[in-house]
């Protein structure tokens, strides 16, 4: 059992950055592969980042990519989801997510531990 939290979420203006952690719980944090998700007013959860348990790969939705990086600290149990260049599309709810099953993963349907969720707004 994973237990997952976000934090870091927020307002900011567009064009703006912020820094999302995700911190779980658990002996073995560094064996799941873990992953960014998002999720906007009528629109389904969607990926934006994965890392691998090692941290050697990652992958990330083309709508994000150069502008979002994800990291992890396994001494730290946290994943890390760094924003730049934020945009107002960009605002959602954001969810961290695990999974043993995948090096990385590209759908929601991969993984197996969920967060709650962090608000990030980006008003224009």
């Known amino acids: 059992q994973v237990q997952l939290v976000e934090s870091g979420g927020g307002l900011v203006q567009a064009g703006g950055s912020l820094r999302l952690s995700c911190a779980a719980s658990g002996r073995t944090f560094s064996s799941y592969a873990m992953g960014w998700f998002r999720q906007a007013p009528g629109k389904e959860r969607e990926f934006v980042a994965s890392?691998?348990?090692?941290?050697?790969?990652?992958d990330y939705a083309d709508s994000v990519k150069g502008r979002f990086t994800i990291s992890r600290d396994n001494a730290k149990n946290t994943v890390y989801l760094q924003m730049n260049s934020l945009k107002p599309e960009d605002t959602a709810i954001y969810y961290c997510?695990?999974?043993?099953?995948?090096?990385?993963?590209?759908?929601?349907?991969?993984?197996?531990?969920w967060g709650q969720g962090t608000q990030v707004t980006v008003s224009s």
């Open positions: 890392i691998s348990w090692n941290g050697r790969s990652t």
């Open positions: 997510a695990a999974t043993k099953r995948y090096y990385t993963v590209t759908s929601r349907l991969q993984n197996d531990y």
